[in-house]
């Protein structure tokens, strides 16, 4: 598509409880990042990945976070065992063959909310 | 590590004057700048993108500049208008990280 898709918009998960995220990059982008929005305007870094292939994995808290971008699927974003400091919005965006240089494009975001 | 600093963190201006935003980063080893705005509750859109060999990008009313070897990017917008009323944001790229700026919240007073 033309637009990087982030679906759900919203999810509300009960300390403890999985949750899982997706992202639908742009038809032909090859990479794809994923961020973390908590206050206002502060991004955190996850992960990023050139097509399947894990690219920086530098930002993820590994023991309760993990993501995948696999062929012909949307890649995902999951975190185990939710705890109340994972509320934000996470947000994904991708770029185009150019990589280093390319622009990136954002999704709309999706708000995970923790109880 | 790489910290990118925007001031003013919030500006309000009348409608019609041009205002300038900046931009500062600690790290010029990077591969480009871009700035993007993000409005309420919704994502980023991105208004301009300057590689690192760039001086300034224009689009419409829009001019960004970047000084890599001081590691300052300025955003001009000519002609301000209620629309523009947004949080922007500049970021800097280097290998697949892009690090985020604090944001300027900007409103254009009608």
């Known amino acids: 598509g033309e637009e990087v898709a982030q679906t759900p918009k919203h999810l509300v998960r009960g300390e403890g409880q999985k949750a899982k995220l997706y992202c639908a990059p742009i038809k032909g982008h090859s990479y794809v990042f994923w961020y973390q929005q908590v206050l206002k305007n502060e991004f955190k870094f996850l992960i990023s990945f050139q097509n399947e292939n894990v690219f920086d994995e530098t930002g993820m808290p590994k023991e309760r976070f993990s993501a995948k971008c696999l062929p012909n699927s949307p890649c995902s974003l999951e975190i185990q065992a939710t705890k109340l400091e994972d509320s934000a919005v996470y947000f994904c965006?991708?770029?185009?063959?150019?990589?280093?240089?390319?622009?990136?494009?954002f999704g709309e975001g999706s708000r995970l909310t923790v109880l | 590590k790489q910290e990118v600093t925007q001031i003013p963190a919030a500006l309000s201006v009348p409608e019609g004057e041009n205002l300038v935003l900046n931009c500062s980063f600690t790290d010029s080893a990077i591969y480009n700048l871009q700035w993007f705005r993000q409005d309420p509750g919704k994502g980023l859109t991105s208004l301009l993108l300057?590689?690192?060999?760039?001086r300034e990008q224009t689009s419409g009313r829009l001019n960004a500049s970047l000084d890599k070897s001081s590691g300052r990017s300025t955003l001009y917008i000519a002609a301000s208008q209620p629309g523009d009323s947004a949080t922007y944001l500049c970021a800097v790229r280097r290998n697949e990280k892009l690090t985020f700026g604090t944001g300027t919240r900007l409103t254009i007073i009608p």
């Open positions: 300057i590689q690192s060999s760039q």
């Open positions: 965006a991708s770029s185009p063959q150019t990589g280093n240089t390319g622009e990136l494009f």
